[in-house]
């Protein structure tokens, strides 16, 4: 079955940077769309970045021009590159896959999540 599994420095000063993973198995990594997203504590969850099957990226606009998502085919991982952090940024974050026909909102399959603490 799909298994997706983040990781990633979880703890960060504002101004740093931290690389988040999401190794997948149990599917055709390359033929799936990806995401990342956050929830915040008391906040709804929110989609932070996606990649379409063909690699193309898009990213909410709060974190565009900091955060850069990538994926690396051959190794069945998910990447979240995160620049410039702001405490604003501080939550649990989630991978997410599924087939490109859906929404990313409406993704089925998720990770378990990996706390991102962003100290000013």
């Known amino acids: 079955q799909v298994q997706l599994v983040e990781s990633g420095v979880v703890s960060v000063q504002s101004g740093g940077s931290l690389r988040l993973s999401c190794a997948a198995s149990?599917?055709?990594?390359?033929?799936?769309?990806m995401g990342w997203f956050r929830q915040a504590s008391g906040k709804e969850r929110e989609g932070v970045a996606t990649i379409g099957s063909d690699g193309s990226p898009r990213y909410a606009d709060s974190v565009k021009g900091r955060f850069t998502i990538s994926q690396d085919n051959a190794k069945n991982t998910l990447y979240l590159q995160m620049n410039s952090l702001k405490p604003e940024d501080a939550a649990m974050y989630y991978c997410?896959?599924?087939?490109?026909?859906?929404?990313?909102?409406?993704?089925?399959?998720w990770g378990q999540g990996t706390q991102v603490t962003v100290s000013s």
């Open positions: 149990g599917f055709t990594f390359s033929s799936y769309c």
């Open positions: 997410a896959a599924d087939l490109c026909y859906r929404p990313s909102f409406l993704f089925r399959n």
